[in-house]
T-cell receptor
């Protein structure tokens, strides 16, 4: 099976712009989670989707949003980018809605905001 | 907020030595997982230990869990240069997403 695929891998944006990141989970996995990783804060949970429904949302401003499509692919969007949004954005999938099961991560999308 | 906190933040050892990393957490858990991350890449799941287990092995990995102390340790035996990476613990509690610690950076010097 192919692993979790994230695109793009690297991108550079300027303050005020918006960005959309894409994630294709492992085939058959219906749960997709997004995490933001920065050197200072570590891995912070953004949101999780299961069967097109957002199940949980982390403590991030409304500029961060996401969605999941019927084929389980997910996108996250960040509007009005700020310098502090520079981070590695990680997508992870699992085949079950059980939060206790292991996550399978993609390679991440590294966003730099100038 | 972080649930797990790893200790030490960074560890440097010689190839062939054992590496021990610790994780402390604050609330009751269903299970605790360890992940590995090579520089700037995605995380890879290593091992999961349930709250009713005390020790688990997988190859050169040994994980212990002490729920009374709310702590876990990851031991990597006979370390190799390829083990150089960051290691994260993650806790699962009920119907909440996995919460990750800030990780231990392990450097294995050949």
């Amino acid at each position: 099976k192919a692993g979790v695929t994230q695109t793009p891998r690297y991108l550079i944006k300027t303050r005020g712009q918006q960005v959309t990141l894409s994630c294709s989970p492992i085939s058959g996995h219906r749960s997709v989670s997004w995490y933001q990783q920065t050197p200072g804060q570590g891995l912070q949970f953004l949101f999780e989707y299961f069967s097109e429904t957002q199940r949980n949302k982390g403590n991030f401003p409304g500029r961060f949003s996401g969605r999941q499509f019927s084929n389980s692919r997910s996108e996250m969007n960040v509007s009005t980018l700020e310098l502090g949004d520079s981070a590695l954005y990680l997508c992870a999938s699992r085949h079950t809605r059980d939060y206790g099961r292991e996550l399978f991560f993609g390679e991440g999308s590294r966003l730099t905001v100038l | 907020s972080q649930q797990g906190e790893e200790d030490p933040q960074a560890l440097s050892i010689q190839e062939g030595e054992n590496a021990t990393m610790n994780c402390s957490y604050k609330t009751s858990i269903n299970n605790l997982q360890w992940y590995r991350q090579n520089s700037g890449r995605g995380l890879v799941h290593l091992i999961l230990i349930r709250s009713n287990e005390r020790e688990k092995h997988s190859g050169r990995l040994r994980v212990t869990l002490d729920t009374s102390k709310k702590s876990s340790s990851l031991l990597i035996t006979a370390s190799r240069a390829a083990d150089t990476a960051s290691y994260f613990c993650a806790t699962s509690s009920g119907n909440t997403p996995l919460v990750f610690g800030k990780g231990t950076r392990l450097s294995v010097i050949a």
